[in-house]
């Protein structure tokens, strides 16, 4: 069977590619290594020799310079397909290798060869680790059982090079994709800026001549004129809320600032901002023991601000709205929870929420952006956001914040 009909040969060859070894600058760490197997086995030419489909690759060697020859005159390839390890004496005695021209150089010719295979954690042989010399000698069993050693150290500085290229790959790719996250948040604030003013300025134009229009004697004095107008003016004034909550959360979830927010303050001055809708629906908010916290504390106060609005907005009416807010730790970062003792939200019902534009109960006010927002500056902070069942009925919504890199409470 032809080596590219051979499915084990396109096993091995695609290991081999994932070590991105051929045609690279090999690790500097074999270098040491193959001087010191031929220390070790007292042998003044020592390589490390990667087989390819059609190529052996000398990327490391000792006593002769690094070379590139075709697979077909390579000694190792021979080696990688034996059982175990290769010892021979005078390879001129040995069939598998008396006519290689390695052997049957005019000068130089290799005499005693001994080889132990690279075998990847994948259970692949990549080449081997081999030592030769111009004389008949052989190795001791002790020498056999380091070049043995050695072979599986020389695949540990590989497999650390993969695993170097491979964290390489993955930070070049978190860089790009938070590079263009970036640029992409910053595309979309400009354009929900440019589509803002773009409606904005005839919506005014429409809601203005709609006031003026129901000034007329003629429509003040029609009812049915009146209800139309009436109707105008109401629709113009859901458009620019529309259309505000639309600029809101092109805008939310940026550049964060983080500082060291006092959550306890935090919260109470919103509480504090929204004193006039909690006085109104007789909301009793009761604060846990709030710690300090690394946020941005303008984004965690809107996210406050809407989870309380929230619990306003979605009170039963058989019984006085009560809020909770408590944050305890983890392993993870921190827990920011609010809860609410209001309608609830069914379980079917808890992810589609979080998207834009979603309301469940459109008879209620709202633009239905409030836990979206609220999702996208958990996503800010690398965080989640949770939606959970309240114990007596109502709801919990829980942001995840976690610890900042290299940091652990």
């Not at 051979?6 to 096993?11: I, M, N, S, T």
């Not at 690279?118 to 030592?131: A, D, M, Y």
């Not at 090079?161 to 590079?179: F, M, N, S, V």
Request: negative net charge.
């Amino acid at each position: 069977m032809a080596v590219g009909d051979d499915p084990a040969e396109h096993r091995r060859l695609a290991v081999l590619e994932r070590y991105g070894i051929v045609g690279a600058p090999a690790p500097p760490d074999l270098d040491a290594i193959v001087r010191l197997t031929a220390r070790v086995c007292e042998a003044p030419q020592a390589a490390v020799n990667i087989i390819s489909a059609d190529r052996q690759h000398q990327i490391a060697a000792v006593g002769i310079e690094p070379t590139v020859c075709s697979r077909s005159d390579s000694m190792c390839a021979v080696s990688i397909t034996a059982p175990g390890q290769v010892m021979v004496p005078d390879a001129r005695q040995d069939p598998r290798f008396a006519a290689n021209p390695w052997v049957t150089a005019p000068t130089g010719a290799v005499r005693f060869y001994a080889a132990s295979q690279l075998h990847s954690p994948e259970g692949e042989t990549l080449g081997t680790l081999c030592v030769f010399a111009q004389e008949v000698r052989s190795l001791t069993a002790r020498q056999r059982q380091a070049l043995e050693d050695l072979a599986s150290l020389v695949v540990d500085v590989l497999d650390l090079h993969r695993h170097r290229q491979l964290l390489h790959h993955a930070l070049l790719a978190a860089d790009q994709a938070r590079t263009e996250l970036e640029r992409s948040h910053t595309a979309l604030e400009q354009f929900a800026g440019q589509v803002s003013h773009d409606l904005k300025n005839p919506l005014t134009g429409i809601a203005g001549h709609a006031g003026l229009l129901a000034e007329l004697p003629g429509v003040s004095g029609d009812a049915h004129a009146s209800a139309f107008v009436r109707r105008i003016e109401a629709a113009s004034s859901r458009m620019n809320r529309t259309i505000e909550a639309a600029l809101s959360l092109a805008r939310t979830g940026g550049a964060l600032h983080l500082t060291d927010t006092d959550l306890q303050a935090l919260v109470q001055e919103t509480v504090e901002d929204l004193r006039t809708e909690l006085t109104g629906a007789r909301a009793h908010v009761c604060l846990g023991v709030l710690p300090v916290v690394p946020c941005d504390s303008t984004q965690i106060r809107r996210l406050l601000q809407n989870l309380l609005a929230n619990a306003v907005k979605y009170r039963r009416p058989d019984r006085p709205a009560r809020i909770e807010v408590s944050c305890d730790n983890d392993a993870d970062g921190w827990n920011l929870r609010v809860t609410d003792n209001g309608v609830g939200i069914p379980a079917e019902q808890r992810r589609h929420v979080l998207e834009p534009f979603v309301r469940l109960d459109s008879s209620r006010p709202g633009s239905g952006i409030g836990l979206a927002t609220c999702l996208r500056i958990a996503v800010a902070h690398r965080g989640t956001l949770a939606i959970d069942a309240a114990p007596g009925g109502g709801t919990t919504v829980t942001c995840h914040l976690p610890y900042p890199p290299g940091t652990q409470e």
